[in-house]
């Protein structure tokens, strides 16, 4: 293995210019999407009295989560010892950081009163998830930070182990409490699970990884550096161990709930109703999102194609969406059980009359709203590429394979 | 010399009589005043834990006539703005009537749902910045100036009871300041109850269906009425000993 030389991204080229312009564009209507929402107030959204989270939580939730799992891959190295995975670590670390930003400037600029941020950074609820969550938050963005300037400056390089022991621990808590927001939830039928922090953790594992691996593509193919089959092979082979662990959670999550009589309405609705969480959940969160990437991975074909593994980051991000999408929205979707005995024949407020269900389509404010959120993230890690050394010039296997001979 | 000084006994006198008068007008007013602000009842003199607001709903006696709802909505400005229709999905309701029927007995029942004013309210442990918060008499309210419309509240209440402020107001009124972007739900009417005066909802019942009182005070009617008849909490599974409690579910 010979020493890994990091150098920034050339960023002249017409292309480099036309991603950030592109991705400013996106953010540009994510601003005006905002501008749109907070001046009408959220009558213009989807969302209502009933589903009271909408789309732009589905985009701030999977950034937030995915987050934390692309630091898996620094961690790996520093936490784990593992060495294929040291030069890939301060992409990991400061992708972490973006997507987080990303994921959190959604959420503030859907709040109803973003004005307030200073309150809700200032003024906490100790008793409430959320309120630790602010705290996780920001305490992942300064633990990252000197987590990244551990590992990029040499006279700080031999304490970067401790710090990135700090922010793995770090990160594991903040998943948990991610989850938690909905695993607290008691009087929802879909939520109040403890298994919700766990799977929360393990969705960011395969969410955040998906999320690099396309990054890690994208960079060293537009900049024409190598990348060797022996660390793409291993993190392939990483991802599809996280996408299987993803189902098993799900599939635990889904039985504990079917074995609770009382649990049995919000199962039949997601797993067998004739909503379209139900085509959501099988087609986008199982077949699309889960089965076929995890195909992909390791049938021998495809899984020795670049194009394909992208492919399959791409579809194991959809099924990120749609679980998330089943998750909150279709959480909401079906009326609270205040009545558990009784049916509700007539309500001023919604109740869920004779079973109905409540409806939710996203606008498009919110869509380009969570869009934004995506490219605040992307656009940090294409300018921050260009102006520090995150990159190694080459992961060609006779550079980035310990045991290359 | 003059006058004044040749007879200054006469002077101190008058001088002693008058300071008398003014004392004893002064004590008298000062008393007065006294009253009047000990009438007035400082609001944040109100809100004490010896006391708690509770209401039991008798649904037998509920004839489905939605008066409570309308009462509720006229004295808090919840109603359309002039020119206006009314939005089902969005809309702000601070109470409304549901009409169930049982799984097993097919029983009908209609009765009126609005925040249950919980004595562990999980609106009030999930908000990030405390502004859901539970005075001493266990009144349940949102601090419309630091709620930032997370809505987690709305996500958490078991009741379906806050609502999420979707558009500007425009007819506000004075006791109920609402605003755009924040959560808001039934207050009991506080600025009523402070006053010694019964919720809205009510004094709008004809049938006497609700009854207002403090559930610690072991002689009020509610007291005698949740001690002598069988009442439930709605979600009691839940263990959040609501202070709204229903007859004949």
């Known amino acids: ?405 | 010399m003059n006058e004044k000084t040749e007879n200054p006994d006469l002077d101190r006198r008058k001088f002693l009589g008058k300071a008398l008068t003014t004392g004893a007008a002064a004590t008298v007013a000062s008393g007065v005043v006294l009253v009047n602000v000990a009438d007035a009842k400082a609001p944040e003199a109100e809100a004490s834990s010896e006391v708690r607001w509770g209401m039991l709903v008798d649904t037998a006696k509920c004839t489905d006539c939605g008066d409570c709802v309308t009462a509720c909505n006229d004295e808090h400005g919840l109603n359309p703005a002039e020119g206006e229709s009314e939005k089902p999905l969005t809309d702000s309701k601070w109470i409304r009537m549901v009409k169930i029927e049982h799984k097993s007995t097919g029983k009908v029942t209609s009765l009126p749902m609005m925040c249950q004013h919980c004595e562990n309210p999980p609106c009030v442990d999930v908000c990030p910045t405390g502004a859901s918060f539970k005075r001493p008499d266990n009144i349940v309210l949102v601090d419309k100036h630091i709620c930032i419309g997370c809505r987690y509240c709305m996500m958490a209440c078991p009741y379906k009871a806050r609502s999420f402020v979707h558009e500007a107001i425009e007819n506000q009124v004075a006791e109920a300041p609402r605003g755009k972007g924040t959560v808001e739900s039934c207050t009991m009417c506080m600025h009523l109850v402070d006053d010694d005066k019964n919720p809205a909802c009510v004094d709008a019942c004809k049938e006497k269906a609700l009854t207002f009182g403090n559930i610690k005070d072991k002689a009020s009617d509610i007291s005698i009425a949740l001690k002598n008849s069988e009442s439930r909490a709605i979600r009691e599974d839940l263990g959040l000993n609501p202070g709204v409690r229903y007859k004949g579910i």
């Open chain 1, 1 to 405: 293995m010979k020493e890994i030389v990091y150098k920034e991204i050339d960023g002249t080229s017409l292309k480099y210019w036309g991603l950030l312009a592109g991705l400013g564009a996106v953010i540009l209507g994510a601003l005006g999407s905002f501008y749109y929402m907070e001046h009408n107030g959220h009558v213009v959204t989807g969302m209502t009295n009933q589903i009271v989270w909408g789309m732009p939580h589905v985009f701030a939730i999977f950034l937030i989560v995915a987050a934390s799992g692309a630091l898996n891959i620094a961690s790996i190295g520093s936490v784990f010892g593992k060495k294929l995975y040291k030069p890939l670590g301060r992409m990991s670390a400061i992708l972490a950081i973006a997507l987080l930003a990303g994921g959190l400037t959604v959420l503030l600029l859907d709040l109803g009163r973003p004005d307030r941020l200073i309150v809700a950074i200032t003024t906490f609820n100790f008793k409430s998830i959320f309120a630790w969550n602010i705290i996780l938050y920001t305490g992942f963005m300064g633990i990252v930070g000197v987590y990244l300037w551990m590992m990029m400056e040499r006279k700080m390089n031999k304490y970067s182990t401790y710090a990135g022991y700090a922010a793995f621990v770090w990160r594991l808590i903040l998943t948990t409490g991610t989850g938690s927001i909905f695993g607290f939830l008691v009087a929802r039928q879909a939520y109040d699970a403890a298994i919700m922090a766990p799977m929360f953790v393990v969705m960011s594992f395969s969410f955040g990884l998906a999320i690099y691996m396309l990054v890690l593509f994208a960079t060293f193919q537009w900049t024409d550096r190598p990348l060797g089959d022996v660390i793409v092979n291993r993190l392939k082979n990483l991802l599809g161990v996280f996408i299987a662990a993803v189902l098993y959670f799900t599939v635990v999550y889904h039985l504990t709930n079917l074995y609770a009589t009382e649990h049995h309405p919000v199962e039949s609705f997601i797993l067998s109703g004739d909503t379209k969480f139900t085509t959501i959940f099988w087609w986008g969160q199982v077949i699309i999102g889960s089965l076929l990437p995890l195909a992909l991975l390791y049938y021998p074909a495809t899984a020795a194609s670049r194009k394909w593994i992208a492919i399959a980051c791409g579809l194991t991000i959809y099924g990120g969406f749609s679980q998330l999408y089943v998750i909150l929205i279709g959480g909401q979707a079906l009326p609270l059980a205040i009545f558990p005995e009784h049916n509700i024949l007539e309500s001023g407020f919604n109740d869920g009359v004779n079973g109905t269900t409540h409806a939710y389509t996203a606008s498009n404010p919110e869509i380009i709203l969570g869009l934004g959120g995506v490219a605040v993230s992307l656009i940090m890690v294409t300018f921050a590429f260009k102006i520090l050394k995150f990159v190694p010039e080459s992961l060609a296997d006779e550079v980035a394979d310990p045991h290359h001979k």
